[in-house]
């Protein structure tokens, strides 16, 4: 049977070698493209410069007018003339001004034991509410023994506490609450001093010392049988209801 095509007409016989010839074309061409290179072209202008011969000017020499160096020192001779001491100079004695064991003591005077004033010194003793041996009488609290004068003392400072209380207004607009401990002297006359407080903002310490400022006189408290300051610390709760 024969072939209907005529085998030197082929078109796909030499496919391959087409293919390797176009591709390597393509990639000379592709790599002239990214190796290529242009240049900006910038207008110049040359210039002549002409440089003219500086003419140096003669500096005139000016003679400054030096002072003559200073004489060299002149030496002088020194004669010493040595003369012979013919005054004869008393030395001063200085003596002593202590005084000795062997020395008599002038005026003296002897003192008897009867004739020296001896003065007593009040201490200013401050003994805890605690440890004291005669709490300080709260008015009311009069002619109790002294566990119910200490305990009828305390249910006092409560009761005070209680009907002079009252919330700062500020404090309750800035939502201020808390405990604040009072701690306070009552002086061997009786009296309320010394007044000091620490809490959780100044305004609920201001109002608490204003409360214990309020304590009437009391009767001192007694420590061997003489009036001595006592300490005394109570603590007061600055709470809000919420609403």
Request: proline share 7%; net charge negative.
């Amino acid at each position: 049977m024969k072939a209907k095509k005529n085998p030197k007409l082929e078109i796909g016989r030499n496919s391959s070698i087409y293919f390797a010839i176009g591709l390597n074309l393509m990639l000379l061409l592709s790599w002239r493209a990214l190796e290529y290179k242009s240049y900006e072209k910038s207008d110049f202008v040359m210039d002549i410069v002409n440089v003219d011969q500086e003419i140096e000017e003669d500096i005139p020499i000016i003679n400054v007018n030096v002072p003559p160096p200073p004489p060299p020192p002149i030496a002088i001779s020194e004669n010493v003339l040595i003369v012979e001491d013919v005054v004869e100079i008393e030395e001063t004695v200085i003596e002593s001004t202590e005084s000795s064991q062997d020395d008599a003591i002038k005026d003296f005077v002897a003192v008897d034991v009867s004739d020296v004033n001896v003065e007593e010194v009040e201490e200013d003793v401050e003994v805890a509410f605690a440890i004291i041996e005669d709490v300080p009488v709260f008015p009311g609290c009069e002619g109790l023994n002294k566990n119910e004068t200490k305990n009828c003392f305390q249910k006092k400072i409560q009761e005070h506490v209680m009907r002079n209380f009252e919330y700062p207004q500020s404090a309750l607009d800035l939502g201020i609450q808390g405990r604040v401990s009072v701690v306070f002297v009552i002086d061997s006359k009786g009296y309320t001093t010394n007044v000091r407080s620490r809490g959780p903002d100044r305004i609920l310490e201001k109002e608490a010392e204003r409360i214990i400022g309020l304590l009437p006189s009391m009767k001192p408290g007694k420590q061997r049988g003489k009036p001595v300051k006592v300490a005394y610390g109570v603590p007061i709760f600055f709470k809000y209801a919420a609403q």
